[in-house]
């Protein structure tokens, strides 16, 4: 369900491959939404949340070192977008809870987070990037 789609390549392969990876963080939260034989999914969406947030934090490190690397004029800006996606997953760690009846509507509250911001960052800011 949650790809990597084409229109989403910035045409930096190392970037690229960790939206990739991204992705499937997201795919992996999807998954779990639909999991009938999971009824109490706390344990995973915990595992995801922390699997996705060091991912990110190593992610914008390589894209910001990139970004340097090539004296990007916009990594002021990047950086800050980044710190306020951590701060977001912070936020969702924090108020995740173990409530059953909440579990489906949390995943689907990330997953839309997610998808929104990672889609809008990729195809507006990240896709500004200049190759190398």
């Known amino acids: ?16 491959e960790e939206h990739k990876q991204l992705f499937e963080y997201a795919d992996e939260a999807y998954k779990l939404l639909h999991d009938e034989f999971t009824p109490d999914k706390y344990d995973k969406i915990d595992i995801i949340l ?19 690397s090539i004296n990007y004029k916009k990594l002021f800006t990047q950086k800050i977008q ?11 760690m924090e108020h995740h809870n173990d409530d059953a009846e909440d579990q489906d509507e949390q995943i689907m509250e990330i997953l839309k987070y997610l998808t929104e911001w990672l889609v809008n960052h990729i195809l507006y800011v990240d896709g500004q990037i200049p190759k190398n």
């Open 82 to 92: 980044h710190q306020e996606f951590i701060q977001k997953l912070d936020e969702f």
């Open 50 to 68: 922390e699997n996705l947030r060091n991912y990110t934090v190593k992610h914008f490190s390589d894209e910001e070192q990139y970004m340097e």
């Open 1 to 16: 369900m949650y790809e990597m789609k084409p229109e989403y390549y910035i045409g930096i392969d190392m970037i690229d």
